[in-house]
T-cell receptor, first 111, second 116 residues
């Protein structure tokens, strides 16, 4: 069993839709949870960072962590074509050390 | 965010040759740099962690004699793939962090290595 599971998609949605991206994990020691966005031929860019459980909101993005279910989510409201990218979840036991990444979900938002 | 520059962005080399990839932090001093490898449709896999002035710490299953990492200064780390083979073809990405564990690590744009 992989430590972090993420559906690779692709996920195609119309502009303005609410997008839900998810990851599950098996290591209960993970405390730090991140979501990265990666455009084609670019390195990952940090979108959201959450410590432990709960919700965090930043503009159109909301990150949720449910440690009891070992499940994290990223919601994108009012999705835009510019949101088209691969979204990677990542997590760790200690901050930005030894990040374990999901495979990434390819998202396409069409006008 | 801070800028991490990786060079080259794309390289093709012949089997048996060595290739060096550079990772530079342009506007901050990177006390720690990470090297990842990414296969198509697969996760980013951490290969090694290097602290400036120290030997790199390699993850299990990563050959240290194959993937030589040097972090000689606070702004530069290099990954050398020695005696490259077609199975080494992959996307290699570095990230760099200033300071302690909870300081954000910024990623370079990656290097696509193709060994022919």
């Amino acid at each position: 069993q992989k430590e972090v599971e993420q559906d690779p998609g692709p996920l195609s949605v119309p502009e303005g839709a609410i997008v839900s991206l998810n990851c599950t994990y098996s290591n209960s020691a993970f405390q730090y949870f991140m979501w990265y966005r990666q455009y084609s031929r670019k390195g990952p860019e940090l979108l959201m960072y959450t410590y432990s459980s709960g919700n965090k909101e930043d503009g159109r993005f909301t990150a949720q962590v449910d440690k009891s279910s070992k499940y994290i989510s990223l919601f994108i409201r009012d999705s835009q074509p510019s949101d088209s990218a691969t979204y990677l979840c990542a997590m760790s036991v200690g901050g930005y050390n030894k990040l374990i990444f999901g495979a990434g979900t390819r998202l396409a938002v069409h006008p | 965010g801070a800028v991490v520059s990786q060079h080259p962005s794309r390289v093709i080399c012949k089997s048996g040759t060595s290739v060096k990839i550079e990772c530079r932090s342009l506007d901050f001093q990177a006390t720690t740099m990470f090297w990842y490898r990414q296969f198509p449709k697969k996760s980013l896999m951490l290969m090694a962690t290097s602290n400036e002035g120290s030997k790199a710490t390699y993850e299990q299953g990563v050959e240290k004699d194959k993937f030589l990492i040097n972090h000689a200064s606070l702004t530069l780390s290099t990954l050398t793939v020695t005696s490259a083979h077609p199975e080494d073809s992959s996307f290699y990405i570095c990230s760099a962090r200033a300071g302690r564990t909870n300081t954000e690590a910024f990623f370079g744009q990656g290097t696509r290595l193709t060994v022919v």
